[in-house]
DNA sequence: CTTAAACTATGAAGCTGTAGTCAGGTCAAA
DNA sequence: TTTGACCTGACTACAGCTTCATAGTTTAAG
């Protein structure tokens, strides 16, 4: 049996946060001391620790809820969503990213943010031996293996949905 | 003199977010009609497109009403800042993908998904004719010329800290 | 001219996932 | 016995809105 404070050493988390657990029933203690004081059983850990786990893929607290205590709904579904909604919540940060360098004006801060550009992409690559027919068959072989993470890497450059069309285009062509 | 409902059209965002925006004080109207309609001036339109941009940068909107009051600050060392925040965002959501994707056992999904994997990516490299040796050299000029940004694309392949290490430390010597 | 739809107003409460504060009850050790 | 560490429930605050309730205004149709 273990007290709230033993679990907030665990789990490095606030005592108001696992109120806030029972309160909503995602994690409620077995028993009670005497004095009313909340008593865990190792099952409530176990619990804690799947709770711990799904938060820590972002997922919300009502999904978690509904995945640990409706048994039927197996969490592969609910994963593959998150998955697809990390993708689109990416995709924006780095639009943000591209907005802010137009914004600052790019050429000053384009060499000391980790940010990369087209430019600086195909220069690494030419430096290392690439010429412009194997960048060509690059495209060709990651539009054919990985067509999503294709579209994912060509927005991360910065570079146009316009642009990146055309590029897919023709890789998946040949 | 645009009335509220004219800005929603304008800028596709709700009735409520502009009452709130008035209430917060970063854009209320200039005027206000006989029967008490909020009358918004071109000045206004102004100072809302700057909001939306600035929205679009992923700014708090207390933090855009510091930029768009006090004049004396300049942006550039807020948005820097925020350029920053958005590559610790970034990497936490591909840390979760990472979860996700081990936590769904891997195999099944890798094909289906966005994410990239250490072998897939060899595998396109090597198919577009790169060699080992090329690769050394394509490690090499990345950490050269953005080292940051090799850290991150390293970490989106999902490799550990400790081989990343391994690699850039290399990379750096020759 | 009337009436209904479509607009506008104010104010309050609700949402998520915590963090923190309060006044007090409990418990083990010195 | 008294300290001090722990615990209790209940409350407030945060961002950036949304929703609700209630009511006044404008405009177009009939």
């Known amino acids: 049996m273990y007290t709230i404070g ?23 203690p077995s028993a009670r001391s005497a004095a009313n004081y909340r008593l865990y059983t190792k099952d409530d850990l176990q619990r804690m620790s799947q709770i711990f786990l799904y938060k820590e893929a ?37 639009q943000q990213q591209q907005l802010i360098i137009e914004l ?12 990369m550009d087209k430019a600086q992409w195909v220069a690494i690559l030419k430096a290392s031996g690439m010429d412009e027919q194997a960048m060509k068959q690059w ?6 293996g990985l067509p999503e993470a294709h579209q994912d890497f060509l927005e991360s450059l910065g570079i146009g949905q316009d642009e990146i069309g055309k590029i897919r285009g023709w890789a998946r062509l040949e």
């Open 6 to 28: 033993q679990l907030v050493k665990q789990f490095e988390l606030s005592r108001s946060t696992l109120l806030y657990y029972d309160k909503i029933g995602l994690l409620q």
């Open 58 to 94: 972002g997922l919300s607290l009502e999904v978690i809820a509904q995945i640990l205590d409706e048994q039927s709904n197996q969490p592969t579904a609910i994963l593959e969503q998150r998955l697809n909604q990390l993708n689109t919540e990416i995709s924006q940060l780095r």
């Open 104 to 115: 600052l004006g790019k050429e000053s801060l384009l060499r000391t943010s980790r940010v």
């Open 139 to 144: 495209h060709i072989e990651f539009e054919r």
